[in-house]
């Protein structure tokens, strides 16, 4: 497979390229057009507003209301300043477009600015569509997805990331069972189970892992963000006026099949002991639909594909190392939202003007704002932190899992494939193991099982997760899927 | 969004979009369905209480919507004889044909992406 080298298409040229359309994005955008930047805004999404304020089509979707969404006002008064950015020819943005790889500029590659290779998310290249954008600086506001374990019959239909569960309601109006469960653990399980039953789904029971009194080892974080107190107690009000279970320290351990043998039926729960063993629950629930998530975990592709240094942070999870102005390693590349470690859609913001800021050269102008941007940002980082001491992924999850049990769903790896690597064929890191088994190496590329891979490989070992377990998992080239034409000189 | 709030550089989707009627009728494997404007082929699978339109290659087993946004890849489909889109993404349009996958034709990724 051979890159063909840019400069044969006519390529825009920007100051600034901003990656990703949610909160970080747009507030990078919004911050680098105001400073006199001309810009160009690239979003996966057909739509503006990321996972925060994904909503229907409004063109087609007519009246909408907004109750599922927080801060719309904020998101409408980003959205209307770009569209005026746009009106002047300061901002540009092209929708429904994927990075598939990102070149930097420098000695290696030859190139005066950054290169970045563009595709449609969906369907085929249209003409009208660059293929190409160049720019001096770059900001990767790529966000984030559900992070997953590996659980015996997670791969029938009917188990869906919470977070899948959520955009299909909040972004298509689409129920995606009537009788579901959610598991795993995070404060997110509450607005999802919430979600659903305010849509008319009945919710059975909510299973958090983790229990709620890891909260009060956090009081100074909490004390800090009275907003974020104020919306878990909203969400567990919702929960209590629905009369849905919130069973804490419990699992879903086992995902069964309903007669047709083709869609989930029943689970089986799973107690969490105090010493992190996981023992059965003589309790079934019968449901058609499961929703898990485990926290979430950043999207890194671009991140790694840049070469910016990324690490391990509390939550376990790989993410992208920024100073103080949302610099990376990397000269002239800049990082926002939850790629340098999750922290919800308030933190994204901040972030995302302060790369913004940074990435137009206007840190000395904007003085106050840069300050205060960073009292904001080290006071939601402390909730999250918090948030991820009080939420971990229970570390004796795996003795959950049967020899039979799918690790990657896409080259449909078991568990018993995965042991054998690591225990009798030597497989004692994770690029060996994914080598060995396959695991990571399917169409997702290690996004859906790429943090279960890791702990696995470094557990075989019995030593921590680290950094060198994440990043092979992390790695995905291309950073998006590419119609083939794009990989031949055209 | 209004008209004017369209971005300034617009794909082939998006303008399809633009000019759907309220109802779209599709079909998949000849079965009828229908989907709300705006709505994505996933979604209208799942409201018509379709779960799995792929089988896996090795264990035949049935998939369909997981991730929901765009990144496990359970979801591919074939519309208008063009294979491997992602169903959570695709906006359904009105006369689209759609494919399921048996696990004779699932791809492998060493096959290259579309
Ligand atoms: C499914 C889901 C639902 C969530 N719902 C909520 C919620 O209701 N409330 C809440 O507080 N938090 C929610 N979160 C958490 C989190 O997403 C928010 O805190 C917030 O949206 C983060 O903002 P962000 O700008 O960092 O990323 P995002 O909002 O995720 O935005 C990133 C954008 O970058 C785009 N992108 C990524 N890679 C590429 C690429 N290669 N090329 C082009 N574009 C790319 C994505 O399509 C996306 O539009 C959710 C997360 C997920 C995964
Ligand atoms: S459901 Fe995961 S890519 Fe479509």
């Known amino acids: 497979m051979s890159v063909h080298p840019s400069g044969i298409t006519k390529q825009p040229s920007y100051d600034v390229a901003v990656v990703g359309g949610g909160p970080a994005g747009l507030a990078a955008t919004v911050a680098t057009a105001r400073l006199g930047r001309r810009v160009v805004l690239i979003d996966a999404g057909a739509q503006l507003g990321g996972q925060y304020w994904r909503h229907p089509d409004l063109s087609s979707a007519g009246a909408h209301d907004h109750a599922g969404h927080r801060d719309w006002e904020v998101f409408e008064a980003l959205t209307e300043r770009i569209r005026r950015h746009r009106q002047t020819g300061a901002a540009v943005h092209l929708a429904a477009t994927q990075v598939w790889f990102i ?99 009945k919710v059975v029971a909510v299973c958090e892992a983790n229990r709620i009194g890891r909260w009060a080892k956090q009081p ?28 804490t320290g419990t699992v879903v351990m086992r995902i069964e099949a309903d007669s047709s043998g083709n869609q989930v039926g029943t689970v089986k729960l799973g107690r969490l002991r105090s010493d992190g063993g996981v023992q059965p629950r003589p309790k079934r629930l019968e449901v058609d ?11 890194l592709e671009l991140v790694s594909a840049s070469g910016a240094e990324t690490r391990v942070d509390v939550d376990r999870s790989l993410v992208a190392v920024v100073d103080d102005r949302q610099q990376s390693t990397v000269a002239g590349l800049y990082i926002a939202g939850e790629a340098t470690g999750v922290g919800g859609a308030q933190l994204a913001l901040a972030e995302g003007e302060l790369a913004g800021i940074a990435a137009a050269d206007a840190t000395h102008l904007e003085r106050s704002r840069v300050r205060a941007l960073g ?26 899992l049967t020899p039979e049990t799918i690790v990657c769903r896409c080259e449909e790896v078991t568990y018993a494939r995965v042991s054998e690597a690591s225990t009798r064929l030597g497989a004692t890191d994770a690029r060996t193991l994914k080598l060995l088994t396959r695991c990571g190496m399917g169409w997702c590329q290690g996004h859906v099982c790429g943090f279960a891979t890791a702990a696995l490989a470094a557990a075989g070992q019995t030593r921590p997760l680290n950094a060198e377990d994440l990043r092979p998992l992390a790695k995905q080239f291309p950073c998006a899927p590419v119609p083939l034409g794009s990989l031949l000189e055209d | 969004m ?48 379709i779960r799995s339109w792929r089988r896996t290659r090795h264990g035949g087993r049935p998939r369909g ?50």
């Open chain 1, 103 to 201: 070149e930097p500029p420098g000695p290696d590659t030859g190139a005066p600015a950054w290169t970045l290779h563009l595709a449609p998310t969906c369907g085929v290249q249209d003409d009208r569509m660059p293929r190409t954008v160049r720019a001096d600086r770059l900001i990767l506001a790529p966000g984030c997805y559900d992070r997953q374990l590996p659980i015996p019959g997670w791969d029938l239909p009917g188990v869906m990331a919470a977070g899948g569960v959520q955009a299909l309601l909040k972004g298509q109006r689409t129920l995606a069972g009537k009788r579901a469960v959610v598991a795993g653990t995070g404060p997110f399980l509450l607005p999802v189970a919430a979600q659903l039953a305010r849509n008319g789904a």
């Open chain 1, 220 to 247: 100074l974080a909490l004390a800090r963000t009275p907003a974020k107190l104020a919306e878990a107690a909203s969400y567990g009000w919702s929960l209590a006026r629905a009369r849905i279970p919130y069973l």
């Open chain 1, 289 to 299: 639909l499961v929703a898990l998530g485990w926290g979430f975990t950043p999207a």
């Open chain 1, 375 to 400: 009292r904001e940002i080290r006071r939601l980082r402390a909730f999250a932190v918090a948030m991820h001491r009080s939420h971990p992924v229970p570390p004796r999850w795996s003795e959950w």
């Open chain 2, 2 to 49: 209004s008209e004017r709030d369209r971005p300034t550089s617009v794909t082939g989707a998006q303008v399809a979009a633009n000019r759907e009627p309220a109802t779209i009728h599709l079909t998949l494997d000849g079965r009828e369905l229908t989907a709300r404007a705006g709505q994505s082929v996933g979604a209208a699978l799942t409201q018509a209480g």
């Open chain 2, 65 to 114: 919507l997981f991730c929901g946004i765009g990144i496990c890849y359970d979801c591919l489909i074939t519309a208008d004889g063009v294979p491997n889109l992602r169903a959570c993404l695709l906006l359904a349009s009105d006369g689209m044909q759609l494919t399921s996958t048996g696990p004779e034709s699932t791809p492998t990724t060493d096959g290259g992406a579309a």
